[in-house]
């Protein structure tokens, strides 16, 4: 069936009769989620430093808070188990601050992708084919569907993107591989990586947490930029709004026209989506 359809459907997308799977929802909600609950853990992270050590023990630590004796070899060792309980519960609470800051970080830029796909399909003056569009890096894609050059607040939050794609995203999602973690013997000192740069600037190295709390700050500070700014800006607002509808992503150029025509206000293409979702749900109570 592949053999005697394929040459067909492949025909229709060489002349640009296609469609994609709208996942807008699959990569949108994961994103919102953890960054909901990255915004309350930091919340939670700056409210248990502000208290007293004695105050920041959770009921099931209140009977070992004091001091406790031990012997070993004749020796009485004072240990504080406030301080103690204290310490385990801030690396506990860091811990959770940079899972939910990895999760964030990965799926914002599953989102952003997706993004990108929508702003390129309603381009109706796009010059090139959406397979070679995918083939683009990320940074390239950004820069194809987004005005980089002449939006100075836009420019900033593109450089401060790229770099957490960098130093953090690409890291987590490559398994903390490739050239950054390479590393050499050498005597007297040990294993030690190729690039100190990669000390500085990759999470590869982290000395607790891949993601320490002042650095999920930073990237969380700037997802919420590019949220503000894409919601601020006409062109990427209607490019949001088509995605959010879940309605397949077309490359026809007659829809693409059609949905462009939507764009006289943000009331007007509202309207213009609720009417095309009354129709889609009426032709399926045919059925």
């Not at 009417?275 to 045919?286: K, N």
């Amino acid at each position: 069936m592949d053999q005697i359809l394929r040459p067909e459907l492949q025909k229709l997308v060489d002349n640009g009769q296609f469609s994609i799977k709208n996942s807008f929802q699959s990569v949108r909600r994961p994103y919102e989620y953890f960054r909901d609950v990255l915004s309350t853990e930091l919340h939670r992270l700056s409210e248990f430093r502000s208290k007293p050590i004695a105050a920041t023990q959770s009921p099931e630590l209140e009977e070992s808070v004091g001091c406790e004796s031990a012997a070993n070899s004749g020796i009485t060792i004072e240990i504080d188990t406030a301080f103690t309980n204290y310490l385990n519960e801030h690396i506990r609470l860091e811990g959770v601050v940079s899972h939910n800051a990895s999760a964030m970080t990965a799926s914002f830029f599953s989102y952003t992708e997706l993004l990108f796909d929508v702003l390129f399909a309603l381009d109706k003056n796009r010059d090139m084919k959406y397979l070679e569009f995918r083939k683009m890096g990320w940074a390239e894609r950004f820069k194809k569907v987004l005005p980089v050059a002449t939006e100075p607040s836009l420019c900033s939050i593109y450089e401060q993107l790229l770099d957490i794609k960098r130093t953090t995203r690409d890291v987590l999602l490559h398994g903390f591989g490739g050239q950054s973690a390479l590393l050499v013997k050498l005597k007297p000192v040990g294993l030690i990586p190729v690039s100190y740069d990669v000390l500085e600037g990759s999470i590869l190295f982290s000395f607790w947490h891949p993601i320490e709390e002042p650095y999920a700050r930073i990237i969380l500070e700037n997802c919420q930029a590019f949220d503000e700014w894409v919601l601020q800006n006409d062109r990427t607002w209607y490019a949001y709004t088509y995605a959010e509808s879940a309605f397949e992503i077309p490359f026809d150029s007659k829809q693409v026209n059609r949905i462009n025509g939507w764009m006289l206000s943000r009331q007007d293409f509202l309207k213009a989506l609720e009417e095309e979702s009354d129709i889609l749900d009426y032709i399926l109570d045919q059925y």
